[in-house]
């Protein structure tokens, strides 16, 4: 099964990536977490994200998706895979229909993660503070000033994308806002189809 996870910073995206994977056993395909790796790693795309990515902005589409083009080729992701937080442009999203089409594969679905931008805030102050708890580092992006920045990026970048997939028949809405539990039930209710025909659809 191969999918994608579409929705603002603090949408569950990460949280519903990892549902999945235990669920399916495919693997979670992360774009924010493979560039934090390359940043602690000190890479040269780790190097050149850095800023970005603690300002809130978006890291090129050309260096992401050559790292996604890198990972999906991994023998790991040939069992499918639940790409968390790519695409976030429509070239990205253009790249990843070359990429896939190359290798003579589709998309499954595109679930989008729908909630009220007023409770990403409120749920980025639980990650941070949940993080600290832990004793675990905090994100740089994860303050006030960049998530304005990170959600900025979306409404103008990465919702587009909204469109872009609904319109190719992929696209499964669900609400973002229900307890995690409840929002993992949903995804694999909208899911059913796609299991039951053992099929790409759209
Ligand atoms: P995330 O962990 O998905 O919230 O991503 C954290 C940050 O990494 C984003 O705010 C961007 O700066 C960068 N990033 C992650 N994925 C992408 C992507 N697909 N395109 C561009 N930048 C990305």
Redesign the pocket.
Known sequence: MRLILLGP?GAG??TQAQLLVQKHGIVQL???????AAIAAGTPVGQK?KD??????????D??VAI?ADRIDQPDAQNGFVL??????VP?AEALDRLLADKGLKLDAVIQLAVDEGILLKRIENRVAELKRKGEPV?P?DNPE?LK??LE?YRRQTAPLIDYYGKRGILRTVDGMAPVQEVSAEIERVLGPVHEKGVARG
């Open positions: 910073p995206k990460g992360s774009t924010g977490d493979m560039l934090r994200a970005i990515m603690a300002r809130g902005d978006l890291v090129s589409d260096v992401v996604v968390d937080g790519f695409p976030r442009t990205q994100r992006d960049s920045i990170r990026a």
